[in-house]
T-cell receptor, first 113, second 112 residues
Framework: EPEVTQTPSHQVTQMGQEVILRCVPI?????FYWYRQILGQKVEFLVS????????KSEIFDDQFSVERPDGSNFTLKIRSTKLEDSAMYFC???????????FGNGTRLTVT | KQEVTQIPAALSVPEGENLVLNCSFT??????LQWFRQDPGKGLTSLLL?????REQTSGRLNASLDKSSGRSTLYIAASQPGDSATYLC???????????FGEGTQLTVNP
């Protein structure tokens, strides 16, 4: 069964550094998402992306965050200057249509020191 | 702002038992409702999606229902097995394709 693939599985970075989290959504999916889960907290929405533009973003998704679909397969989340509070598990998800089930990747655990 | 609550936070049952997990919303304006399973160190696996015009969905031993008027959803697991042990999350959106708001999850342990 097709899967959403995320790399790396674990990223450690120093505060103030830029990180890029990478995702390969399922190939025929049209809608792409980033969510995150801080340890012990709920899964939180960050951003949704369709037709090469952001559809919706949360209050968390400030100017330090950006997303890109640089080619036909990758979907990336960039954090320009990481903060300690950005430490979390970041999940990429995709769906075929707007009302179809979301398929999640296994996540990237980001640790900011 | 939509808030989602899941009860109980944790549940431990013997194998073979039927069980119900509960999910409630502060704002009954839910459009679609999804139930997910999360295994330790893994992503979320979609179990059931109840679309806006539906009231329930079934897949194998799982049945999910949604009562929008009361802002509640339940996930029923029949004849539970040790392999069902995981955290179960519910999440809803308020308009078609908008952000999902998640509950904190119910951690289920099924003992052999």
């Amino acid at each position: 069964e097709p899967e959403v693939t995320q790399t790396p599985s674990h990223q450690v970075t120093q505060m103030g550094q830029e990180v890029i989290l990478r995702c390969v959504p399922i190939s025929n999916h049209l809608y792409f998402y980033w969510y995150r889960q801080i340890l012990g907290q709920k899964v939180e929405f960050l951003v949704s992306f369709y037709n090469n533009e952001i559809s919706e973003k949360s209050e968390i998704f400030d100017d330090q965050f950006s997303v890109e679909r640089p080619d036909g397969s990758n979907f990336t989340l960039k954090i320009r200057s990481t903060k300690l509070e950005d430490s979390a598990m970041y999940f990429c998800a995709s769906s075929v249509y707007v009302n179809s089930p979301l398929h999640f990747g296994n996540g990237t655990r980001l640790t900011v020191t | 702002k939509q808030e989602v609550t899941q009860i109980p936070a944790a549940l431990s049952v013997p194998e073979g038992e039927n069980l119900v997990l509960n999910c409630s919303f502060t704002d009954s304006a839910i459009y679609n409702l999804q139930w997910f399973r999360q295994d330790p160190g893994k992503g979320l696996t979609s179990l059931l999606l109840i679309q806006s015009s539906q009231r329930e969905q079934t897949s194998g031993r799982l049945n999910a229902s949604l009562d929008k008027s009361s802002g509640r959803s339940t996930l029923y697991i029949a004849a539970s097995q040790p392999g069902d042990s995981a955290t179960y999350l519910c999440a809803g959106d308020e308009t078609s394709g908008s952000r999902l708001t998640f509950g904190e999850g119910t951690q289920l342990t099924v003992n052999p």
